[in-house]
């Protein structure tokens, strides 16, 4: 019997962030919730599910697809009448008790996210969610219900979620099983290494996701349908940023994005650099005038910003500088297609300088999908560098992130001699393992999402 199998017909996919939305749902203090992320993560899918799942009827208005709805804020927010024009609209009542109430692309709507304020202190047994890929930049102070909505990000899926979307039962259980002290039989994996590098080329959108499942009995034709529909969703994301922020500032932010595959490629040492401002835009050399279109892509969820700092002490946020970070791309599928690195070259991980950046961009999306809201990096000087520090228990942990299994690290050891820190973490292609003679822990790449595992 092989020791893996799938499931004979693919389960809808599972988010894990249903079960933050189910806390959310419990709260006794629950306020209406508002849920964040870039276009392409599933904030649509999960609030679906999580309506079909959890509560006696959901209602579900887009005001993006119909402008009717929006015209039922114009009059006033009074909640109560809302909800009762609403009824007319959705042709069916609305159980402010036992129903859920979402608001999906509720930037095309600003007096409805302002109506939340008015949900919240007069309805507040009315479960309400809204959505909104733009958020933050679409809206003034005077718009947003400031101290009367919850928050919840979404991001595209981890590579836990790739495996238990995919249909890898048994590969997942293991994988949320693993322990520091634990070991990971060869066989297991040798399978979490190749569906890994596959994860590399699909990256974390379910729609993306989708198209892998339903064309995964023929490996080759399902990467070459995953990249046409990566490609369709660059041009869609081109096009939301002319959309949405005015000409000149488009091709100031499409230039940025377009830029960071590129700047992430010139790593010397196939780490990731510190992110360059020449070059970019002709005539256009310094932060400042870059500041604003990376601002934009931060906020909208294109990008992940990862500060450098020259302290490894706690805390890490007085010693940011506002132009000295890293940019990756928020998902590593799209960073593929962008960067124009063909299927079959992420699976034979034959990619030279390509292969660093390639895996630290992974890293950093897998921490960021497990909860962290802000990364930093660490440089002392021009030859030292640690690509992450992470803080665990109070204490500032050095985490270097090796895309083969060579794990010596020159800039590891300065940052332990100077700082003391109680382990290090070296993430790598090799198996997990602890190191009690020099107090390292070492990581499979597959597993960064995972830090720190328990013991």
């Not at 500088?321 to 998902?331: C, M, P």
């Amino acid at each position: 019997m092989h020791f893996f199998t799938k499931w004979s017909i693919i389960s809808p996919m599972k988010r894990f962030i249903s079960e933050q939305l189910n806390a959310w749902k419990s709260a006794k203090d629950r306020k209406p919730l508002i849920i964040r992320g870039a276009r392409q993560v599933g904030k649509t899918y999960s609030l679906k599910a999580f309506g079909s799942e959890c509560f006696h009827r959901y209602h579900y208005v887009n005001f993006e697809e119909d402008g009717r709805p929006a015209k039922i804020f114009e009059k006033d927010l009074d909640p109560i009448r809302i909800i009762a024009e609403l009824s007319f609209y959705l042709n069916r009542p609305i159980d402010t008790v036992n129903d859920l109430l979402v608001f999906d692309e509720i930037q095309a709507c600003p007096k409805a996210l302002t109506s939340l304020k008015y949900f919240c202190e007069k309805i507040p047994q009315l479960a309400v969610c809204s959505a909104g890929s733009l958020l933050g930049l679409s809206f003034g102070a005077e718009s947003f219900p400031v101290g009367k909505v919850d928050f919840l990000n979404i991001y595209p899926m981890s590579f836990a979620e790739f495996l238990q979307g995919t249909g890898e039962t048994q590969a997942f259980q293991i994988f949320m099983g693993c322990r520091l002290s634990g070991e990971i039989p060869e066989i297991v994996h040798d399978r979490l290494w190749e569906l890994l590098k596959i994860y590399f080329v699909s990256g974390g959108l379910p729609e993306i996701i989708n198209t892998y499942n339903l064309h995964q009995d023929n490996l080759f034709s399902a990467l070459q349908a995953v990249r046409e529909k990566q490609n369709n969703l660059v041009l869609a994301y081109e096009a939301d940023i002319a959309k949405h922020s005015g000409k000149l500032n488009s091709m100031h932010i499409g230039r940025v994005w377009r830029h960071v595959p590129a700047q992430l490629a010139l790593g010397q040492d196939g780490s990731a650099p510190k992110f360059k401002f020449k070059g970019i835009i002709p005539g256009v050399k310094g932060f400042q005038r870059l500041s604003g279109p990376i601002d934009w892509l931060q906020t909208a969820g294109l990008i992940i910003k990862c500060p450098i700092i020259e302290r490894g002490s706690i805390p890490f946020t007085p010693y940011i500088k506002e132009n000295f970070f890293k940019l990756y791309l928020f998902d590593v599928g799209i960073l593929g297609a962008i960067a124009k690195i063909p299927p079959r070259t992420i699976l034979d991980y034959d990619y030279g300088s390509y292969k660093g950046y390639f895996v630290e961009n992974f890293v950093a999306q897998e921490f960021i999908c497990s909860g962290q809201d802000q990364l930093f990096c660490w440089q002392e000087g021009r030859t030292a560098e640690v690509e992450f520090l992470r803080e665990v228990d109070g204490r500032a942990i050095p985490i270097e992130v090796k895309s083969g299994g060579v794990t010596q690290s020159k800039s590891l050891d300065i940052f332990c001699r100077k700082y003391s820190p109680p382990f290090r973490v070296i993430i790598s292609a090799g198996p997990l393992r602890q190191d009690p003679r020099y107090n390292v822990h070492h990581y499979p790449i597959y597993l960064a999402g995972r830090f720190p595992l328990p013991g």
